[in-house]
């Protein structure tokens, strides 16, 4: 147990991994109980929302993007892919439903537009392939608070959109195209 502790203090790998697996299998107990719940179906939600927002607020001050943002984004991802689980249970009469993963989205974008550098090619492969599949099942659900995430992802990297470097380069947009 110390050194479980010791990893976790020094941020190293190991210490990292500990805490997304306790991050997980904190998820999967929301979800359980969201799933299990005999509450209303919008009190149930409310809770589930109430306490995944808690949760990845623990989890994701545990690091400092300055210095690695590699784990908090693994953090989102992890919660993404809780959250789409989770989602059939979710009812859409709770207004936190879309709220919560809207805002979980648009944090993971900001993160993605603080990185210093392009995420490694194989890192940003496989998390455009996670975004896409997440979209897919969210909206089989109805749900489109992925869709920024999702266009943001479709291109080699985040500073290779054209639409976002067109909008950073203050230049004008074509309306019929969506594109600059």
Known sequence: MADEEAEQ???SLGGDLLELRRLRERLVELETGLRESPEP?????TEYCKQLCQTLLEYAEKWKTSEDPLPLLEVYTVAIRSYVKARPY???EC???AFVLERLALSCIE???CLPLDLPENKWEEF?????VAHKNLMENGSRELHILTTLTQEKGVWKNPVLCGILSQEQLDPDKGKI
């Not at 179906?41 to 939600?45: E, F, G, L, S």
């Not at 455009?128 to 896409?132: E, N, P, S």
């Open 111 to 113: 993160l993605l537009l």
């Open 41 to 45: 179906a919008v009190q149930a939600a």
């Open 90 to 92: 979710l009812t859409s």
């Open 9 to 11: 203090e020094s941020g």
């Open 95 to 97: 207004e936190n439903v």
């Open 128 to 132: 455009q392939a996670f975004v896409q």
